[in-house]
């Protein structure tokens, strides 16, 4: 199983980014899929989260309105969108696997991970 993240980068304050997943290695539509951060220092958080089939979405408090996860099961990829950036989203953001069928928060139910693409908000 491999999943590749990308689309990291620096960014201004109220600015927007796009990241993306690719994953290979697993019966992709059986995965719920979510985005974890870690900031330097910090312990990794959950960012946000998407079953199946897209119809759910799960987000943490402190990106609900700003960011979007969706998923493109034909392309075995799933997305976050981040808007009006803010300097705390500055984190390493992880997008990881889970092959059962009810979306956890928690990091550690979660079987494979991909390496991490670095995000950086400037004020």
């Known amino acids: 199983v491999q999943l590749q993240a990308s689309g990291g980068g620096l960014v201004q304050a109220g600015g927007s980014l796009r990241l993306s997943c690719a994953a290979s290695g697993l019966t992709f539509s059986r995965y719920v899929m979510a985005w974890f951060r870690q900031a330097l220092g910090k312990e990794r958080e959950f960012v946000a989260a998407?079953?199946?089939?897209?119809?759910?979405?799960y987000y943490a408090d402190s990106v609900k309105g700003r960011f979007t996860i969706s998923r493109d099961n034909a392309r075995n990829t799933v997305y976050l969108q981040m808007n009006v950036l803010k300097p705390e989203d500055t984190a390493v953001y992880y997008c990881?696997?889970?092959?059962?069928?009810?979306?956890?928060?928690?990091?550690?139910?979660?079987?494979?991970w991909g390496q991490g693409t670095q995000v950086t908000v400037s004020s």
């Open positions: 990881a696997a889970d092959p059962r069928a009810t979306v956890t928060y928690y990091s550690g139910n979660y079987f494979h």
């Open positions: 998407i079953s199946w089939s897209g119809g759910s979405t």
